[in-house]
């Protein structure tokens, strides 16, 4: 007994041809069970870049200010103000100049802020051209922390690899902070010590 065939259909022993799956749009490639596994992990390319590793670095930049700005005389130049206050006769409040290296540390985090935007542009651009299917959007590092855990989460699904900037970027943040602290707090220690024994 035979069976009949039907345009773009296989004839199947021991029952009717169905037609064959067709892609749902023009262009649209068709996959066993019609359903599309996604883009296989490349492995072979590796999710490291210069321009990363820079961001992830970037925050220790923050310490710079520490270098360039007199703490101790700083906070001890606030004191001396908020003692003094207003004038009684004219009601003004004495205006303390801002120290010229915070002016240039606030500079250099600006710097770094949009430096970081133009690195994970090269970052992404990078990582597309190297093979490896739609990247982070970098436009997610107007939001820093945002654009390096995304970008590490998508890097480890699309090639394995990948969270060690993440774990490097946590840590040096981690520092920066602890070290801030620990010189401000030293700072306005010495300050308060100086201020009791006066």
Same mark, same amino acid.
């Given at each position: ?10 004839? *199947? ?8 799956? *067709? ?6 490639p068709? !996959? ?6 996604? *883009? ?49 006769s ?42 490896i ?13 945002? !654009? ?27 520092g ?13 220690g010495?300050?308060?010590s ?5």
């Amino acid at each position: 007994m035979t069976h009949p065939s039907y345009p773009g259909g296989d004839q *199947q022993p021991g029952g009717p041809a169905y037609p064959a799956q *067709q892609p749902a749009y023009p262009g649209q490639p068709s !996959y066993p069970g019609g359903s599309d596994p996604g *883009q296989p992990r490349r492995t072979d390319v590796s999710p490291s870049t210069p321009f990363f590793w820079v961001i992830v670095l970037l925050p220790l930049t923050g310490l710079l200010i520490f270098t360039m700005v007199d703490l101790h005389a700083y906070l001890s130049d606030i004191m001396r103000v908020a003692e003094a206050g207003a004038d009684p006769s004219t009601g003004a409040v004495p205006m303390m100049p801002t120290p010229p290296g915070l002016l240039i540390g606030q500079l250099i985090s600006w710097a770094a802020y949009a430096l970081t935007v133009v690195l994970a542009f090269f970052d992404w651009r990078t990582l597309r051209n190297r093979g490896i299917d739609r990247p982070f959007p970098w436009p997610w590092a107007f939001l820093s922390l945002v !654009y390096v855990i995304g970008r590490s989460v998508v890097v480890k699904r699309r090639t394995g690899r990948g969270l060690a900037p993440l774990v490097v970027y946590i840590v040096v943040v981690v520092g920066v902070f602890v070290v801030s602290s620990a010189i401000v707090a030293s700072a306005v220690g010495a300050v308060a010590s100086t201020v009791s024994g006066s």
